[in-house]
């Protein structure tokens, strides 16, 4: 099986040893559970280890914040996006630092600022470079979406590869496991099975799945660039790999989706955006959609995030720019970047996060005859094998469109889905993954 490498913060953390030899790596412990797709299973491991990792525990505050990054990931696959979010606000990365961080924030040249559409404005902008790069934060799936949706406009303005962290470098990229181009059962099952292969790690949660698929079905080669082995120059190793595709075609133009700081400019690490600017002479479009986003708790938005929405009030992902429409540079900490997104907290609808109807694309679909805590999982039909149908093995390879984690039930309550146009295989499972009802969904918007 191919190593996969999670983060830059992961790997940072993993170098720390748990003070306890008692106590297993949370991510190393749930590995063979998400590879396996088996979600729940992984959720259920860190809850019993939580106890362990409260601050009254004689874990250092990196073990703390190495555990509850681990544990908001498994969240944001089982489709638990705001749990996500409030595990990390536990960490001492946003709750320990934050809380001594409460300051009044100047809205002086408020006035002189104005907001406009995120994907507009990047959109327009791409046109000036071969590079974009956008990155996210692991634990807010949100963050694939956004860059799904930029994908058929910037096809349209030339822009050919998406390279992906997410997924490990191989010299098979001309290959047609990694190229796009075709919608159809056969081409849709390569996309399925690059998500749930052992190539990719966060490529196994529903939204990034969405964003591979909808890749595919343009035409976009997908490329990942992830280096397999550990090592320091990480960052060099990533932008030579992605470098590979200019020196086969100097013209061309990529899409570079990343985690949190790789594509910041002016940090005062070499990052990837530094050794691809070195690499190449391409100055890239970057774009930072990590840093102002909403919190359940809005305890923990930065104090600036919070103005800015109270006096903006944006109803979706925004940029900052003046008068004459140049982006406001927002800097976070010692970070810079080209380009901030200031994305507001979304809510919820049908008891689901908003933002799965209104970047998603998706559909509120009810589902039938839930009587018991349950997980329901949707497949896209055409990458289900009916043959196997019964088959549970082949759903532990098969990621969903969408998954609902109902872990308490109420009589007469309606739960929903989210689903876009298609026909699904819809599955129920208990909390101890024993399968007990299916069906298919049609679904029109």
Same mark, same amino acid.
């Given at each position: 099986m191919k190593k996969i490498i999670l983060s830059l913060f992961f790997l940072s953390l993993l170098q720390q040893p748990l003070k306890s030899q008692n106590l297993p790596n949370p991510v190393e412990l749930t590995r063979p559970d998400i590879m396996g797709l088996q979600f729940y299973d992984a959720l259920a491991k860190l809850r019993n280890l939580e106890p362990a990792y409260q601050p009254s525990s004689a874990r250092t505050s990196q073990e703390i914040a190495y555990f509850y990054y681990a544990l908001a990931t498994i969240f944001s696959f089982n489709g638990m996006y705001d749990s996500a979010i409030l595990a990390i606000d536990k960490t001492y990365l946003r709750g320990v630092l934050r809380q001594g961080k409460r300051t009044t924030v100047d809205t002086t040249n408020f006035s002189r600022y104005r907001t406009v559409s995120a994907k507009s404005y990047i959109v327009e902008r791409s046109a000036y470079t071969q590079a974009v790069m956008i990155n996210e934060a692991h634990t807010v799936p949100r963050h694939r979406l956004f860059t799904k949706s930029l994908l058929q406009e910037l096809y349209d303005k030339g822009y050919r590869v998406l390279c992906l962290e997410a997924l490990a470098y191989s010299d098979e990229v001309s290959s047609p496991f990694y190229t796009g181009g075709g919608v159809g059962d056969y081409q849709e099952g390569k996309v399925q099975r690059l998500a749930s292969g052992d190539r990719g790690y966060y490529t196994k949660e529903s939204c990034f799945l969405d964003l591979l698929r909808e890749a595919n079905r343009i035409g976009y080669t997908i490329y990942g660039y992830e280096p397999e082995i550990d090592s320091s120059a990480r960052d060099s190793l990533m932008a030579v790999n992605i470098s590979k595709i200019f020196k086969k075609n100097p013209k061309a133009k990529v899409v570079i989706?990343? &985690?949190? &700081?790789? *594509?910041?400019? &002016? =940090? #005062?690490? #070499? !990052?990837?955006?530094?050794?691809f600017k070195e690499m190449t002479g391409i100055t890239p479009l970057t774009i930072d959609q990590a840093a102002y986003y909403g919190h359940p708790n809005e305890y923990y938005n930065s104090p600036y995030y919070t103005a800015l929405c109270k006096h903006f !009030? $944006?109803?979706? $992902? =925004? *940029?900052?720019?003046?008068?004459s429409g140049h982006h406001i540079h927002l800097s976070l900490d010692i970070d810079t970047t080209n380009v901030y997104i200031i994305a507001p907290y979304a809510g919820s609808a049908y008891g689901r996060s908003a933002w799965l109807f209104t970047q998603g694309g998706r559909k509120a679909v009810k589902v039938k005859n839930v009587s018991k805590p349950s997980i329901i999982k949707a497949y896209c039909a055409t990458e289900v094998n009916i043959n196997t149908i019964n088959q549970p093995f082949y759903y532990r390879r098969s990621v969903p469109i969408d998954i609902l984690s109902l872990e308490n039930v109420n009589k007469g309550k309606d739960y929903y889905l989210a689903l876009p146009d298609g026909v699904f295989l819809v599955r129920y499972e208990d909390l101890k993954g024993n399968v007990y009802n299916e069906y298919y969904e049609q679904v029109t918007l």
């Open positions: 989706h990343a &985690g949190h &700081g790789h *594509i910041r400019a &002016g =940090v #005062k690490y #070499k !990052n990837l955006y530094f050794h !009030n $944006p109803t979706e $992902p =925004v *940029i900052l720019t003046d008068s």
